[in-house]
């Protein structure tokens, strides 16, 4: 039976270093090639090993497919590419080719530049890991090879989100990445169609939560800025660069036009100048309202955000400061945090998820007491907030993206185990599909019932549609007589004819014959005649089409009846019964019903 | 002799009356058809390849046919039909036979044999399709021949299992549009139709699962054609249309949503059960459910469809209806409240949102798993989603769904209110317009929370001035419930004041109304607002500052039904009350208070009404104008109705309007006044410039009366006219006595209706020469009697107000010489009839020059009833000027020249711009013009 197999390499009943392989249609695929946040050791890339051993990655991956430049997505790519080894094509969007060496520099150079790590890829590397990217248009199908097929859907979530449909002959699985179906301030919700994929491997960072309308989300953060902000304290709002950060800068920069306030909004980091950029070219993938103003005004010019300078962080007076890493776990908005964190006056709003491990999550459980780096301790006396920015699908938007794709299977990936769990229930018992949710290295399988295509003649199914009925009702399924030819690896259908002739075979008819014996009594001869009138009444119920012949035969269809008298026993009269193999069911049914029918027949008369 | 010369000028009246109703040229085209048909017929003869054929047959059909010859042109494209071998020339001709047969005056029957004959040879799909479309062309032009119909109907059950999906389209749309729907009527045609036809929808219903998208929603929409034309759809296909509802397409889906829709308004009380569980509900219940469902749809066509259904569906039971705005919140597998239930509750313990407390929104109970349903069943949630849809198009749809069942329900109004105030924040404009337009609808029913009304309010700050304007009409309409509301919206309303000194108007209107809802709330707040002090005497504020005149209204208009409030007054505040009531009249109410001298003795409206009647009664008694003392009455009189209109605004309209009637007939009776004209003529030139410039008066006073006032009935307008045609007679006359060696030659200019009129229908003066004519005219004008006028219920003044430019600016409005300047313009309207073709702005420079300009559509928004905005801005530009000048802004009423019996005026005067004595000739001026200070520099160089 034909099967597909998914084993998560990262992401598996985790979140983060996500990437997970897809063996279809003997193709194998990966998706996403992710790091992890949480870990500062070989853990942080996924095992590689688990494909080979030793040598080039290359002969055992048809492709890879990133759906989206956050790190946890990308992260190890060069590593893979050009450390471990893959020359294949590697696919993403056209927003992620062009923002994903961005956070790939960055990245190294916090761990290389500021923590000394040796034995990590460098900026050739990355450049000549893009090199081998193959950028995706929404809705483009993209033949990978001849039989490998894949096409992108936009997920939300980013700019240049996707998700991806994945096909191999008519068997396909979907790869959702990271999506959102609310649309927010700057990207619209994630859309895909009616496609009935195998299995639809989707995120499940949320899945235990349903959260509340995006408007109660914005007011409550922006009321929560002003009030820190007329207060004369500072509101530290740590994202990553690209993303939240953006939909969030659009929020505060309307809200500063709107309310005419003066205090200072700060973006740090010139990684961000570089990614507005990107974020003001590719308006296309953005959200109605972005696309239809941009031509008055592109919105991710922003009037009232400046560039933060590292000095600005002891300046007095109140300010608004974006900073990355969204996590809080190194960089810049650690060190602004460290400033902040002993004035109660003061504010951070986490706008997302944080990783275990990280500070951001500690502090989010309520933490008042940090151990940092040297055995310094750090107390936490400014509020600390938590605004459900992260623009994952939550357990609703889920099940809304289930009920869009309908697919047969259900996969889970990058979501907590226990939450996973829950979830998986629902979807079980809300669509009745079976639902999965592997540990990294563990692999899932799914047997696919694959149709197999066949190449039907025209005039076979001609016929058949003038044969039967007005119209081919779709809803069933039809019997129809013919053909089938396997040959150079090909199924075609043809009519029997058609065969014998392709084949150079003669045709053989084959028919049954029966006797059936009377003896001649007036009785019988009464019998003879008034069955032959039933059945006669009965056939043309039928809808068959009798004739007499001169001879004093009758065909029925193919079925000939003749009645003789033997010449040794002229008492006994004789029916000769013939038919053809097609009309197999008709002759029988007639031979059986002058044979023993009659008795039966006689006695209800 | 002088019966040939009266012969003579009879014919010479004659010749020119008959000249503008030639038209030769129409008849010229008219030779030229028949011989087109022939020409076609040549045309198609010489082509040679189907690709030339269909060159001219596209030639041909850019040219209209006449009726008499759209048969003959018929038989010759179906002649080459039947020979034609290409299937794209063929379907040509059979869409020109179907675009010929909606000529007018032409009876399709005469052709319907031939179309259908040929049926029986085409074998061309895409031809039969376009043939089908043809007979739903002829069909729908002959609804009322039964035979016909049977016989197109009998045509398209035949095709209806044709392979090609068009034909079967057109089939099931001929089937919609034409297919029985009363079934009475089959019996009498039984000969004619074979019983399968007379139930077209069994028929159609079949093609609900046709294997082609196209035809299903082809089945659907014949269907709902069906429904329209008024047949009685089955219940029994309800369920086919629900199965329809999870199509693949959308198309099918959003062609089914309104056909559950359809069904849900046919059967609502009819009871269905729900699957996999014995329960039942009600049709419209569970249809409510299933298009709530859509609104969570992948396509945004869908979404858009099932939203606005949505709001047509106002039987659905409250447990349902309250169900859409239902959401659960999950944290963690804890329920966790909603932002607005905290809200609420905040409210509701008395203690103002810190939204400061950590995790004051933690989830706290934990949730029962299996008793979460993820997928929202039913109608859970569907505005939710709708109104944080993607596509504001869907949002918009939610918000008038909304809308309309929230005035159907009041308790569904109150929880709409939360979701409603949130939509205030959408990014798009027009999404946060509508639904402070919706929330005013419904404002009636609700009352506001002290949070909600701070949502509200924080968008007085928008620099839209559209969105700030409705919301201080929804502030009018406004209940809220404590003191600290009206302090908060008293508050960000002169906050909006000092930002935006322009919405002045508004906020006052906004506080007037604010002030009469709520009086007893304002009465707490009075020596706040007043800033009076029990001891000491506060210093008096400042009159002209538009704040305080705010606060001033919001407090007068409390004390209006809060009869102790005055107590609480100043002695300078009864002085700035005395000062306002007169000068702001319309916000400041009358109060009843010992320091408020009582002059407020207008009366009701009924005693002016009668007053009004008296008036005009009494000057019917005159009989004669010549009359002594009847001058003096109608002086009077005038002098009375002028006032009462403005003392009585309800009545002004009809006060003023007879008033300027009056005017007119003094007028015609100063000019005819008998010692005068006894007089030669040289003498009396004085007099003669006098009653010309009456003449003329009278002349655009009967166009102020006829145009500027709305609800005038029939009786009214021949009154008018009648008084025109008096004044047209007294120029008629003023001029033969003036001119009178010109007077033959200008007599045929001054050929009005009038004259001409007269000649016809009094024998007597067709004999007479010009100069006898003038005297008759002459004497019966000055005969003539007072015609009385009769009021019609309702006539109302149009007027118009310029709020901006104020005119009251002089730092003048520079701008180099030669370029244009941008003058805003703000304007109300009342009582303009289709402001957008009638009102113009006028531009007047001192140096005589004038423009005219016509605001766009856009331009004119209409908030009320009779009531319209006009927002524009015009553009000047002159050259230089030595110092700065004031020019003339004003509004032009326009009336349609099509109304008047232009054809001799107009030939005299130049069309457009007559700025002498700034009558514009076709425009009647309204509203007072305001001065602008601009200042053309001469450029630099």
Redesign the interface.
């Given at each position: 039976m034909p099967e597909i197999k998914v084993t998560p390499l990262g992401a598996g009943q985790d979140v983060g270093r996500s990437c997970i392989l897809v063996s279809i249609g003997g193709k194998n695929i990966m998706l996403d090639c992710g790091m992890h946040m949480g870990f500062n050791d070989d853990r942080r890339f996924p095992d590689f090993s688990y494909i080979t051993q030793q040598g080039r990655l290359t002969e055992f991956l048809d492709c890879v497919i990133i759906s989206h430049f956050h790190l946890d997505h990308c992260g190890a790519l060069p590593y893979m590419s050009e450390m471990v080894g893959y020359d294949g094509p590697i696919y993403m969007t056209h927003p992620t080719k062009a923002i994903c060496p961005i956070l790939l520099e960055d990245f190294r150079k916090i761990t290389v530049d500021k923590k000394g790590e040796t034995n990590f890829f460098t900026s050739q590397m990355i450049k000549d890991c893009m090199k081998k990217v193959v950028p995706l248009n929404l809705h483009q199908t993209v033949q990978v090879d001849d039989e490998l097929e894949i096409k992108a859907y936009y997920a939300g979530h980013v700019l240049g989100a996707a998700m991806v449909q994945i096909k191999v002959g008519s068997e396909s699985v979907v790869y959702t990445g990271d999506y959102n179906m609310?649309?927010d301030?700057h990207l619209?919700?994630a859309?895909?169609?009616?496609c009935r994929p195998d299995i639809l491997i989707s995120e499940s960072t949320y899945a235990?939560?349903?959260?509340?309308?995006?408007?109660?989300?914005?007011?409550?953060f922006l009321?929560?800025v002003h009030?820190t902000v007329e207060r004369g304290g500072k509101v530290l709002i740590p994202v990553f660069a690209l993303g939240r950060a953006q939909e969030l800068c659009i929020l505060l920069e309307?809200f500063w036009?709107?309310?005419?306030m003066k205090a200072p909004i700060y973006f740090s980091t010139g990684l961000t100048e570089k990614a507005n950029h990107y974020y003001k070219l590719f308006i296309t993938w953005t959200?109605?309202?972005i696309r239809k103003t941009f031509v008055q005004r592109n919105m991710f010019e922003f009037k009232h955000i400046k560039a933060f300078d590292r000095s600005y962080a002891d300046n007095p007076g109140p300010m608004v400061v974006f900073a990355t890493p969204g996590m809080l776990h190194a960089g810049q908005s650690l060190q602004i945090f460290k400033k902040w964190a002993g004035n109660e006056k003061n504010m951070i709003i986490m706008p997302g998820y944080c990783v275990q491990g990280t500070i951001g999550h500690k502090i989010l459980n309520?933490q008042k007491k940090l151990e940092m780096e040297n055995r310094q301790t750090l107390e936490v006396k400014l509020?600390?907030?938590?605004m459900s920015f992260s623009a994952h699908a939550d357990?609703?938007g889920i099940?809304?993206l289930i009920?869009?794709a309908e697919p047969r299977n259900m996969l889970l990936v990058h979501g907590e185990a226990k939450?996973m769990e829950?979830?998986k229930?629902?979807i079980e018992q809300?669509f009745t599909i079976n639902c999965f949710m592997p540990a990294n290295g563990e692999t899932t399988t799914v047997i696919t019932n694959p149709s197999v295509p066949v190449d039907i003649s025209l005039n076979l199914l001609k016929r058949e549609?003038a044969l039967g009925g007005?119209?081919?009702?779709?809803?069933k399924p039809r019997t129809m007589h013919g053909t089938l030819i396997m040959k150079d690896n090909s199924l075609r259908l043809v009519s029997p004819e058609q065969a014998l002739k392709e084949l150079g075979l003669n045709e053989h008819q084959l028919r049954f014959t029966c006797r059936v014996q009377y003896r001649k009594t007036e009785f019988t001869i009464f019998i003879v005649f008034s069955s032959s009138y039933l059945v006669k009444a009965w056939l043309v119920l039928k809808g068959y089409t009798i004739q007499h012949l001169p001879d004093g035969t009758v065909m029925v269809e193919s079925i000939v009846i003749k009645v003789s008298s033997s010449a040794e026993e002229p008492n006994t009269k004789v029916l000769l019964l013939s038919w053809s193999y097609q009309d197999e069911d008709l002759g029988s049914f007639l031979s059986t019903l002058l044979k023993k029918g009659l008795p039966s027949g006689l006695s209800s008369m | 002799m002088a019966a040939h010369l009266k012969k003579r000028v009879y014919e010479e009246f004659s010749k020119v009356v008959q000249l503008p109703q030639e038209e030769a040229p129409a008849k010229k085209l008219r030779l030229t058809k028949p011989s087109k048909s022939a020409a076609l017929h040549i045309d198609l003869c010489k082509a040679s390849n189907p690709t030339d054929a269909l060159q001219y047959l596209l030639h041909f059909a850019r040219s209209s046919v006449e009726a008499e010859s759209v048969e003959g042109v018929v038989r010759i494209l179906l002649e080459h039909y039947y020979k034609e071998q290409d299937n794209s020339v063929r379907l040509k001709i059979a869409s020109l036979i179907g675009l010929l047969s909606k000529t007018q005056n032409f009876n399709p029957e005469s052709i319907l044999d031939d179309t259908l004959n040929t049926f029986n040879t085409e074998k061309s799909h895409q031809v039969l399709a376009q043939l089908l479309d043809t007979l739903l062309v002829i069909g729908t032009q002959l609804p009322e021949s039964l035979i016909v119909r049977h016989r197109l109907i009998e045509v398209a059950y035949k095709h209806?299992?044709d392979?090609y999906f068009g034909v079967r389209n057109k089939c099931l749309q001929l089937l919609g549009c034409l297919g029985n729907v009363d079934t009475p009527l089959n019996k009498d045609g039984q000969g004619l139709v074979p019983a399968v036809i007379g139930d077209a929808q069994s028929l159609i219903s079949d093609y609900f699962?046709?294997?082609d998208p196209r035809v299903r929603t082809a089945a659907i929409k014949a269907m709902l054609q069906l429904h329209e034309r008024g047949l009685k759809i089955q219940q029994t296909i309800y369920d086919q249309a629900c199965q329809l509802l999870c199509d693949?397409y959308e198309q099918v889906r959003s062609a089914a949503v309104q056909m559950v829709w359809v069904l849900s308004q046919l059967y609502p009380e009819s009871i269905v059960p729900i699957p996999s569980s014995n329960e039942q509900v009600r049709l419209v219940d569970d249809s409510f459910g299933k298009i709530s469902h859509m609104v969570?749809d992948?396509s945004w066509v869908v979404r858009v469809q099932a939203a606005k259904t949505l709001g047509n569906m106002l039987q659905v039971s409250p447990h349902f209806l309250e169900q859409t705005l239902d959401?659960?919140?999950?944290?963690?597998?804890r329920r966790?409240r909603?932002?607005?239930e905290r809200a609420k509750e905040l409210y509701a313990s008395g203690e103002f949102s810190s939204?400061?407390k950590?995790?004051d929104d933690a989830p706290k109970e934990k949730v029962d798993?299996s008793a979460?349903n993820?997928?929202?069943s039913g109608a859970c949630g569907a505005f939710?989603h709708g109104?944080?849809?993607?596509?504001?198009e869907v949002r918009i749809a939610a918000v008038d769904a909304l809308s309309a069942l929230a005035q159907s329900s009041a308790s569904f109004a109150e929880k709409c209110l939360d979701f409603l105030v949130?939509?205030f924040?959408?990014?798009?404009e027009e999404v946060r317009l509508q639904s402070i337009h919706v929330l005013r609808q419904i404002s009636t029913n609700i009352t506001l929370r002290e949070d909600q009304l701070d949502?509200v309010l924080a968008v007085l700050?928008?620099?839209s001035r559209d969105i700030r304007e409705a919301l201080h009409e929804l502030l009018c309409f406004t209940n809220v419930s404590t003191k600290e509301c009206i302090q908060l919206a008293l508050l960000e309303l002169l906050k909006n004041l000092t930002?935006y000194p322009t919405d002045r108007n508004s906020v006052w209107k906004c506080l007037k109304f604010l002030g009469c809802r709520h009086p007893t709330l304002v009465l707490p707040l009075v020596p706040e607002l007043l800033s009076t002090h029990p001891y000491f005497h506060t210093p008096e504020p400042d009159m002209d500052d538009p704040a305080y005149i705010a606060v001033l209204v919001l407090v007068f208009n409390a004390a209006q039904s809060c009869p102790t409030m005055t107590a609480l007054f100043s002695d300078h505040t009864f002085r700035h009350y005395t000062y306002l009531r007169d000068s702001l009249s319309h916000l400041v109410p009358p109060l009843r208070a010992p320091g408020v001298s009582g002059i407020e003795g207008s009366g009701s409206v009924e005693s002016a009404q009668l007053f009004l009647q008296q008036s005009l009664s009494r000057i019917s008694t005159i009989h004669n104008l010549q009359d002594p003392g009847a001058q003096d009455l109608l002086n009077f009189t005038i002098r009375d109705l002028q006032r009462l209109g403005e003392l009585q605004t309800e009545l002004a309209g009809a006060a003023d309007f007879s008033a300027t009637y009056l005017r007119c007939q003094l007028l015609l009776t100063k000019a005819l006044q008998e010692k005068l004209w006894t007089m030669a003529v040289p003498l009396c030139l004085k007099h003669n410039a006098m009653a010309t410039a009456a003449a003329k008066q009278m002349l655009e006073e009967t166009y102020k009366l006829e145009f500027l006032y709305s609800g005038l009935e029939n009786r009214q307008v021949a009154t008018i006219h009648h008084v025109r045609l008096q004044a047209k007679a007294l120029q008629l006359v003023l001029t033969a006595r003036t001119r009178r060696g010109l007077f033959v030659v200008e007599l045929p200019h001054l050929q009005e209706s009038f004259v001409g009129k007269l000649l016809d229908l009094s024998p007597k003066l067709s004999a007479c020469k010009p100069g006898e004519l003038v005297k008759i005219l002459q004497t019966t004008l000055r005969q003539s009697g007072f015609l009385n006028l009769q009021l019609p219920k309702q006539v109302q003044r149009a007027s118009a107000t310029i709020i901006e430019p104020t005119g009251e600016s002089d730092n003048p409005l520079r701008f180099t010489s030669g370029l244009v300047v941008a003058l805003d313009i703000d304007a109300t309207l009342e009582h303009v009839q289709d402001p957008h073709n009638t009102v113009k702005v006028q531009v007047l420079y001192p140096d005589g020059q004038s423009h005219v300009i016509q605001p766009k559509p856009g331009d004119f928004r209409s908030p009320g009833p009779h009531r319209h905005r006009l927002i524009t801005q015009v553009y000047l530009s002159h050259s230089a000027w030595t110092e700065a000048c004031q020019i003339e802004v004003r509004l032009l009423l326009a009336y349609s020249s099509s109304r008047l019996c232009k054809a001799v005026w107009s030939d005299s005067s130049t069309e457009g711009l007559q700025p002498a004595e700034g009558a514009t000739e076709g425009t009647i001026p309204f509203g007072k013009p305001v001065k602008v200070f601009i200042m053309p520099k001469p450029a630099r160089r």
């Amino acid at each position: 039976m034909p099967e597909i197999k998914v084993t998560p390499l990262g992401a598996g009943q985790d979140v983060g270093r996500s990437c997970i392989l897809v063996s279809i249609g003997g193709k194998n695929i990966m998706l996403d090639c992710g790091m992890h946040m949480g870990f500062n050791d070989d853990r942080r890339f996924p095992d590689f090993s688990y494909i080979t051993q030793q040598g080039r990655l290359t002969e055992f991956l048809d492709c890879v497919i990133i759906s989206h430049f956050h790190l946890d997505h990308c992260g190890a790519l060069p590593y893979m590419s050009e450390m471990v080894g893959y020359d294949g094509p590697i696919y993403m969007t056209h927003p992620t080719k062009a923002i994903c060496p961005i956070l790939l520099e960055d990245f190294r150079k916090i761990t290389v530049d500021k923590k000394g790590e040796t034995n990590f890829f460098t900026s050739q590397m990355i450049k000549d890991c893009m090199k081998k990217v193959v950028p995706l248009n929404l809705h483009q199908t993209v033949q990978v090879d001849d039989e490998l097929e894949i096409k992108a859907y936009y997920a939300g979530h980013v700019l240049g989100a996707a998700m991806v449909q994945i096909k191999v002959g008519s068997e396909s699985v979907v790869y959702t990445g990271d999506y959102n179906m609310t649309p927010d301030r700057h990207l619209g919700a994630a859309w895909i169609d009616k496609c009935r994929p195998d299995i639809l491997i989707s995120e499940s960072t949320y899945a235990t939560t349903i959260r509340d309308s995006k408007r109660c989300r914005e007011r409550d953060f922006l009321k929560k800025v002003h009030e820190t902000v007329e207060r004369g304290g500072k509101v530290l709002i740590p994202v990553f660069a690209l993303g939240r950060a953006q939909e969030l800068c659009i929020l505060l920069e309307t809200f500063w036009e709107r309310m005419n306030m003066k205090a200072p909004i700060y973006f740090s980091t010139g990684l961000t100048e570089k990614a507005n950029h990107y974020y003001k070219l590719f308006i296309t993938w953005t959200n109605q309202k972005i696309r239809k103003t941009f031509v008055q005004r592109n919105m991710f010019e922003f009037k009232h955000i400046k560039a933060f300078d590292r000095s600005y962080a002891d300046n007095p007076g109140p300010m608004v400061v974006f900073a990355t890493p969204g996590m809080l776990h190194a960089g810049q908005s650690l060190q602004i945090f460290k400033k902040w964190a002993g004035n109660e006056k003061n504010m951070i709003i986490m706008p997302g998820y944080c990783v275990q491990g990280t500070i951001g999550h500690k502090i989010l459980n309520g933490q008042k007491k940090l151990e940092m780096e040297n055995r310094q301790t750090l107390e936490v006396k400014l509020q600390v907030e938590y605004m459900s920015f992260s623009a994952h699908a939550d357990a609703k938007g889920i099940m809304q993206l289930i009920r869009m794709a309908e697919p047969r299977n259900m996969l889970l990936v990058h979501g907590e185990a226990k939450k996973m769990e829950f979830l998986k229930d629902k979807i079980e018992q809300e669509f009745t599909i079976n639902c999965f949710m592997p540990a990294n290295g563990e692999t899932t399988t799914v047997i696919t019932n694959p149709s197999v295509p066949v190449d039907i003649s025209l005039n076979l199914l001609k016929r058949e549609m003038a044969l039967g009925g007005p119209l081919p009702d779709p809803k069933k399924p039809r019997t129809m007589h013919g053909t089938l030819i396997m040959k150079d690896n090909s199924l075609r259908l043809v009519s029997p004819e058609q065969a014998l002739k392709e084949l150079g075979l003669n045709e053989h008819q084959l028919r049954f014959t029966c006797r059936v014996q009377y003896r001649k009594t007036e009785f019988t001869i009464f019998i003879v005649f008034s069955s032959s009138y039933l059945v006669k009444a009965w056939l043309v119920l039928k809808g068959y089409t009798i004739q007499h012949l001169p001879d004093g035969t009758v065909m029925v269809e193919s079925i000939v009846i003749k009645v003789s008298s033997s010449a040794e026993e002229p008492n006994t009269k004789v029916l000769l019964l013939s038919w053809s193999y097609q009309d197999e069911d008709l002759g029988s049914f007639l031979s059986t019903l002058l044979k023993k029918g009659l008795p039966s027949g006689l006695s209800s008369m | 002799m002088a019966a040939h010369l009266k012969k003579r000028v009879y014919e010479e009246f004659s010749k020119v009356v008959q000249l503008p109703q030639e038209e030769a040229p129409a008849k010229k085209l008219r030779l030229t058809k028949p011989s087109k048909s022939a020409a076609l017929h040549i045309d198609l003869c010489k082509a040679s390849n189907p690709t030339d054929a269909l060159q001219y047959l596209l030639h041909f059909a850019r040219s209209s046919v006449e009726a008499e010859s759209v048969e003959g042109v018929v038989r010759i494209l179906l002649e080459h039909y039947y020979k034609e071998q290409d299937n794209s020339v063929r379907l040509k001709i059979a869409s020109l036979i179907g675009l010929l047969s909606k000529t007018q005056n032409f009876n399709p029957e005469s052709i319907l044999d031939d179309t259908l004959n040929t049926f029986n040879t085409e074998k061309s799909h895409q031809v039969l399709a376009q043939l089908l479309d043809t007979l739903l062309v002829i069909g729908t032009q002959l609804p009322e021949s039964l035979i016909v119909r049977h016989r197109l109907i009998e045509v398209a059950y035949k095709h209806l299992s044709d392979t090609y999906f068009g034909v079967r389209n057109k089939c099931l749309q001929l089937l919609g549009c034409l297919g029985n729907v009363d079934t009475p009527l089959n019996k009498d045609g039984q000969g004619l139709v074979p019983a399968v036809i007379g139930d077209a929808q069994s028929l159609i219903s079949d093609y609900f699962a046709d294997q082609d998208p196209r035809v299903r929603t082809a089945a659907i929409k014949a269907m709902l054609q069906l429904h329209e034309r008024g047949l009685k759809i089955q219940q029994t296909i309800y369920d086919q249309a629900c199965q329809l509802l999870c199509d693949d397409y959308e198309q099918v889906r959003s062609a089914a949503v309104q056909m559950v829709w359809v069904l849900s308004q046919l059967y609502p009380e009819s009871i269905v059960p729900i699957p996999s569980s014995n329960e039942q509900v009600r049709l419209v219940d569970d249809s409510f459910g299933k298009i709530s469902h859509m609104v969570s749809d992948g396509s945004w066509v869908v979404r858009v469809q099932a939203a606005k259904t949505l709001g047509n569906m106002l039987q659905v039971s409250p447990h349902f209806l309250e169900q859409t705005l239902d959401k659960k919140l999950m944290s963690d597998l804890r329920r966790k409240r909603t932002a607005h239930e905290r809200a609420k509750e905040l409210y509701a313990s008395g203690e103002f949102s810190s939204g400061r407390k950590w995790a004051d929104d933690a989830p706290k109970e934990k949730v029962d798993t299996s008793a979460v349903n993820l997928i929202a069943s039913g109608a859970c949630g569907a505005f939710v989603h709708g109104l944080e849809d993607e596509m504001y198009e869907v949002r918009i749809a939610a918000v008038d769904a909304l809308s309309a069942l929230a005035q159907s329900s009041a308790s569904f109004a109150e929880k709409c209110l939360d979701f409603l105030v949130d939509m205030f924040n959408d990014e798009i404009e027009e999404v946060r317009l509508q639904s402070i337009h919706v929330l005013r609808q419904i404002s009636t029913n609700i009352t506001l929370r002290e949070d909600q009304l701070d949502t509200v309010l924080a968008v007085l700050e928008d620099s839209s001035r559209d969105i700030r304007e409705a919301l201080h009409e929804l502030l009018c309409f406004t209940n809220v419930s404590t003191k600290e509301c009206i302090q908060l919206a008293l508050l960000e309303l002169l906050k909006n004041l000092t930002k935006y000194p322009t919405d002045r108007n508004s906020v006052w209107k906004c506080l007037k109304f604010l002030g009469c809802r709520h009086p007893t709330l304002v009465l707490p707040l009075v020596p706040e607002l007043l800033s009076t002090h029990p001891y000491f005497h506060t210093p008096e504020p400042d009159m002209d500052d538009p704040a305080y005149i705010a606060v001033l209204v919001l407090v007068f208009n409390a004390a209006q039904s809060c009869p102790t409030m005055t107590a609480l007054f100043s002695d300078h505040t009864f002085r700035h009350y005395t000062y306002l009531r007169d000068s702001l009249s319309h916000l400041v109410p009358p109060l009843r208070a010992p320091g408020v001298s009582g002059i407020e003795g207008s009366g009701s409206v009924e005693s002016a009404q009668l007053f009004l009647q008296q008036s005009l009664s009494r000057i019917s008694t005159i009989h004669n104008l010549q009359d002594p003392g009847a001058q003096d009455l109608l002086n009077f009189t005038i002098r009375d109705l002028q006032r009462l209109g403005e003392l009585q605004t309800e009545l002004a309209g009809a006060a003023d309007f007879s008033a300027t009637y009056l005017r007119c007939q003094l007028l015609l009776t100063k000019a005819l006044q008998e010692k005068l004209w006894t007089m030669a003529v040289p003498l009396c030139l004085k007099h003669n410039a006098m009653a010309t410039a009456a003449a003329k008066q009278m002349l655009e006073e009967t166009y102020k009366l006829e145009f500027l006032y709305s609800g005038l009935e029939n009786r009214q307008v021949a009154t008018i006219h009648h008084v025109r045609l008096q004044a047209k007679a007294l120029q008629l006359v003023l001029t033969a006595r003036t001119r009178r060696g010109l007077f033959v030659v200008e007599l045929p200019h001054l050929q009005e209706s009038f004259v001409g009129k007269l000649l016809d229908l009094s024998p007597k003066l067709s004999a007479c020469k010009p100069g006898e004519l003038v005297k008759i005219l002459q004497t019966t004008l000055r005969q003539s009697g007072f015609l009385n006028l009769q009021l019609p219920k309702q006539v109302q003044r149009a007027s118009a107000t310029i709020i901006e430019p104020t005119g009251e600016s002089d730092n003048p409005l520079r701008f180099t010489s030669g370029l244009v300047v941008a003058l805003d313009i703000d304007a109300t309207l009342e009582h303009v009839q289709d402001p957008h073709n009638t009102v113009k702005v006028q531009v007047l420079y001192p140096d005589g020059q004038s423009h005219v300009i016509q605001p766009k559509p856009g331009d004119f928004r209409s908030p009320g009833p009779h009531r319209h905005r006009l927002i524009t801005q015009v553009y000047l530009s002159h050259s230089a000027w030595t110092e700065a000048c004031q020019i003339e802004v004003r509004l032009l009423l326009a009336y349609s020249s099509s109304r008047l019996c232009k054809a001799v005026w107009s030939d005299s005067s130049t069309e457009g711009l007559q700025p002498a004595e700034g009558a514009t000739e076709g425009t009647i001026p309204f509203g007072k013009p305001v001065k602008v200070f601009i200042m053309p520099k001469p450029a630099r160089r």
